[in-house]
C-alpha cells in the first residue's frame, strides 16, 4: 500500500534561517505531491503542489523538490519568520483513484524570534 | 468567495449516542471529502464524493458512519453509535473536481465522546 511519512519530531529555528521539512514515500512515485499548512484549530491550507515530471517549485519564500529516485519531497521555508510557526502537511496522490489523497502525519515547525 | 462551511464547530456526545455533522462546500466544487483527523496525525479520508455519488469510502466504517450528498451540494456525515475511539477532528473538504485536486478544506468538528 502507499505509505506517506513526514519527520514526526518538532522542528526548531531561529528566525531569519531556513526551514527544510521532510516528506518520504514508499512504492511507486505519486503524479503529485501537494503541501498543506495547518494552523490549531483549523483545517489545512492548501500551499503548493508539484508533479512527478517537476524537479522544483517556487512560491515566494516557499521551495518545494520532488526526488524520484529518493522517494521523497522536501519543503523549503527561508527567511523565516515566527508566523511561519505551523504543522506543515505533505498528501500524496494515490494513482487513478480519482484525487485521493493520502496525508503524512505532519510536522510542527516552530520559529523562534 | 466563501469557503466551506462546517457545522457544528464542537460536539460532545456519550458513547452509543448518535452525531451528524454538515458540510457546503464552495459552490461549484464537484468534489467533497470528509476526513477524520485524530490529535498529532495527518487527515485520514473517510469518504471521497463526485457530486452526488460515492468514489471511495474504502476507510468509512460502515457499520457505524454514513454519509449522504443527495443534492451534489451539502454533505452530512453520521455516526451512530460513537465509540471512544471516535473522538477526533472531521474536516470536510472540497474540491473544483477529481482532476484539480487542490482541497479547500473547513474548520472542521471537533468530536469529544465520553
Redesign the interface.
Given at each position: 500500500s502507499q505509505k506517506i511519512e513526514?519527520n514526526s519530531e518538532a522542528l526548531n529555528i531561529q528566525e531569519g534561517k531556513t526551514a527544510t521539512l521532510t516528506c518520504n514515500y514508499t512504492n511507486y512515485s505519486p503524479a503529485?505531491l501537494?503541501w498543506?499548512r495547518q494552523d490549531p484549530?483549523?483545517?489545512?491550507?492548501?500551499l503548493l503542489?508539484i508533479r512527478e515530471n517537476e524537479k522544483e517549485k517556487r512560491k515566494e519564500r516557499l521551495k518545494v523538490t520532488f526526488d524520484t529516485t529518493l522517494k521523497q519531497s522536501l519543503f523549503h521555508i527561508t527567511a523565516s519568520q515566527p508566523a511561519d510557526s505551523a504543522t506543515y502537511?505533505c498528501?500524496r496522490?494515490v494513482g487513478n483513484?480519482?484525487?485521493?489523497?493520502?496525508?503524512?502525519?505532519?510536522t510542527e515547525l516552530s520559529v523562534k524570534p | 468567495e466563501a469557503g466551506v462551511a462546517q457545522s457544528p464547530r464542537y460536539k460532545i456526545i456519550e458513547k452509543r449516542q448518535s452525531v451528524a455533522f454538515w458540510c457546503n462546500p464552495i459552490s461549484g466544487h464537484a468534489t467533497l471529502y470528509w476526513y477524520q483527523q485524530i490529535l498529532g496525525q495527518g487527515p485520514k479520508l473517510l469518504i471521497q464524493f463526485q457530486n452526488n455519488g460515492v468514489v471511495d469510502d474504502s476507510q468509512l466504517p460502515k457499520d457505524r458512519f454514513s454519509a449522504e450528498r443527495l443534492k451534489g451540494v451539502d454533505s452530512t456525515l453520521k455516526i451512530q453509535p460513537a465509540k471512544l475511539e471516535d473522538s477526533a477532528v472531521y474536516l470536510c473538504a472540497s474540491s473544483l473536481d477529481m482532476a484539480n485536486t487542490e482541497a479547500f478544506f473547513g474548520q472542521g468538528t471537533r468530536l469529544t465522546v465520553v
Open positions: 513526514q503529485y501537494q498543506y484549530g483549523r483545517g489545512p491550507v492548501f503542489l502537511l498528501a496522490e483513484q480519482g484525487g485521493k489523497l493520502i496525508f503524512g502525519q505532519g | -
